[in-house]
């Protein structure tokens, strides 16, 4: 059965974006990037809301193109356009690079989904792993805590009305100090 995975950067004060959409104080270097395509790479997909989807879509199709992109960079743009993807949205017609677009969050489509042959499914983007959440699809949660400290902006986690037990499955510590907290879900 696949896993549904949060894969997600926050600061150390638990914020995704700071103010203004900013994720200029992500500390992503040849060495994290590596790690994301080693762990992405293998995946049967991408799970994501409009905004991350297009985001991604305004860089990441031809990235491999630049010639002052890293290895990794380049690696992940032929990752990125081959890995099919699904992009919720109420507002899209239509998603290019190999996507689909689903109108809402259908629990048992998602279930059935996870039930297919085929690598995890990579969630991207905080609201709609809030969404995920209280339908209680997610199995995996992937946090890279950067060392900084933005002071306000967006939170990763909502409030919730009740605790989700995890457990820790990995740690790492990167040499940038960013460090990998991989939790699982206790089910």
Known sequence: MRKIVVQMSVSLDGFFEGPGGDIGWHQVD????????????????????????????AYW???????????????????WRDMPKIVYSRTLDHADWNATVM????????????AEPGGDLALGGADLAAT???????DEYRIYVHPVLVGRGRRLFPEADAPTGLRLVESRVFGN?????RHERVR
């Open 132 to 138: 995920f959440a209280r339908h209680d699809l997610i």
């Open 103 to 114: 109108r809402e969050v259908d629990v048992e489509q998602v279930r059935r989904l996870t």
């Open 61 to 79: 199709p031809t990235a491999d193109q630049d010639p002052t992109a890293s290895g990794p960079e380049r690696e992940f743009a032929r990752i």
């Open 177 to 181: 100090g960013v460090v990998l907290l």
């Open 30 to 57: 040849e060495e994290l990037h590596q790690h994301f395509n080693d762990v992405i790479a293998p995946m049967g997909g991408f799970l994501s809301g409009r905004v991350s989807h297009e985001l991604m879509a």
